[in-house]
């Protein structure tokens, strides 16, 4: 009884004593770091039944996904000059980049490679040098540095305990809210739900699904070898790599975010593809598509550019505006594959278009339809395929959905603005109108 007591709460009372007592001798042991620095406003959301997780599990999970426990041991010299050299390295390229060409931005389709650049400027390697010797001196082997810990021994505990737990899946919530403690019964649960759905999913067999993804491969190898004319030596190289490196496990992988905001509390599906067949070419559709999607008329940045708008209008005194904003239901999930490729298909292909940016629009227009009709996901033991909408998680989710909705606002909704409308513009899914 003891131990379990200790295991969920981090200590065992004297019963001979009160609990002000006993709260005395608490506080007592705990070390002034600890009490001083304890947050206040942790974002942890437990859906179990109660007494799955250690009571304090909260103080752990609460510190959000993005807490990155202090390593036991300090950073070597080693390690720290190792990290410096990577960095050196990174620089020396960058700057031999703006010296070509200041304006140039270098693609992220790329493989690493091994080649040594070239000494940056004197002045620049000189700054560099300073630097190495600094910080050989704070990584030098003489000297003992204290890692100071940024958990408390008992909430270490609480971590190896958590992470044995085989019988609760730690979620992300939606809209940043923090991690979802939920029954690993109820998380199977809420993803069948979703893919049972046999008007958007359908349920393959391990043979099924890997005669599919071996054509998948094919498909992707005669894209490569049709359009090499006119894709960069980078590009090509980069999608026949991963295309090599992703041979064992193909498929990208299921998760649910919890809409802890809705009520009742819904799921919300998202697909990891980063180590999928079709990852790569996504990729390098996403980087062709993100040019044209921001061109488009109702797009805009992020929040900043949203008020640079707003404070750039002009309305007339004494005329009667109304504010209105909306939300696209399911965005993703409701995108029909084959409409939407028929309109990004001859949108790409309109003159005005193509003379404003450059990109290979067949080529394009032809890797889109094999990334739109070839999302493979496990969840568990199972694997499915999408048949509808584009699964939220995807390299090339955003562009796609962005434009296609677009096209719809430019046809549809735009050709009011200055009679009906004075101001429209959409983030995603969420739109906001004058």
């Known amino acids: 009884m003891e131990r379990i007591v200790k295991e969920r709460h981090g200590y065992f009372p004297d019963l001979s004593l009160s609990v002000r007592q006993n709260a005395q001798i608490i506080l007592g042991k705990m070390s002034s770091w600890e009490y001083f620095n304890s947050p206040t406003k942790l974002a942890f959301h437990d859906l179990t039944d109660g007494d799955e997780l250690p009571v304090a599990a909260h103080t752990v999970l609460g510190l959000s996904n993005k807490f990155v426990p202090v390593p036991k041991a300090p950073t070597t010299r080693k390690a720290a000059m190792e990290s410096f050299e990577q960095f050196q390295r990174n620089l020396s ?103 049972q759905d046999s008007s958007t999913y359908v349920i393959l067999s391990e043979a099924e699904a890997l005669e599919e ?53 819904k799921t919300r599906p998202v697909c990891s593809d980063c180590a999928s067949t079709p990852h ?73 278009i193509l003379n404003k940016l450059s990109y290979p629009a067949q080529a394009l227009i032809e890797a889109i339809a094999i990334v739109l009709g070839n999302n493979r996901m496990n969840f568990g033991d199972i694997t499915v395929r999408q048949l509808i909408g584009i699964a939220m998680g995807m390299a090339a989710a955003p562009p796609i959905a962005n434009m296609y909705v677009g096209i719809y606002e430019i046809e549809h909704i735009l050709k009011f603005l200055d009679d009906f409308l004075v101001f429209y513009k959409r983030f995603i899914d969420d739109g906001f109108l004058i």
């Open 280 to 352: 790569a070419l996504g990729q390098w559709v996403n980087e062709m598509l993100q040019p044209i999607a921001q061109s488009q008329p109702a797009y805009f940045k992020d929040s900043y550019a949203l008020k640079k708008l707003l404070d750039g209008i002009t309305l007339t005194k004494g005329k009667r505006y109304g504010l209105c904003t909306f939300d696209a239901i399911s965005m993703y999930t409701n995108i029909e594959p084959k409409d939407c490729l028929a309109r990004l298909s001859e949108y790409l292909l309109r003159p005005e």
């Open 213 to 265: 993804d071996l054509q998948l491969r094919k498909d992707i190898e005669a894209w490569l070898s049709q359009w090499r004319e006119v894709l960069t030596y980078e590009h090509w190289a980069y999608i026949r790599s991963k295309l090599g490196e992703t041979a064992d496990e193909p498929f990208g992988y299921f998760y649910l975010m919890y809409k802890l905001h809705k009520s009742p509390i």
């Open 93 to 195: 390229w960058k700057v031999l980049y703006a010296q070509v060409d200041p304006d140039f931005v270098k693609s992220k389709l790329y493989l690493k490679s091994n080649r040594i650049p070239p000494l940056p400027p004197f002045r620049i390697d000189k700054r560099l040098c300073k630097a190495e010797v600094e910080i050989r001196k704070l990584f030098s082997n003489s000297i003992k540095h204290a890692v100071r810990d940024n958990l408390s021994p008992y909430q270490r505990k609480l971590l190896k305990l958590l992470r044995r737990l085989s019988s609760v899946v730690i979620a992300l919530a939606d809209k940043n809210l923090g991690p979802v403690a939920v029954s690993l019964e109820r998380y199977i649960r809420n993803g069948l739900q979703h893919l």
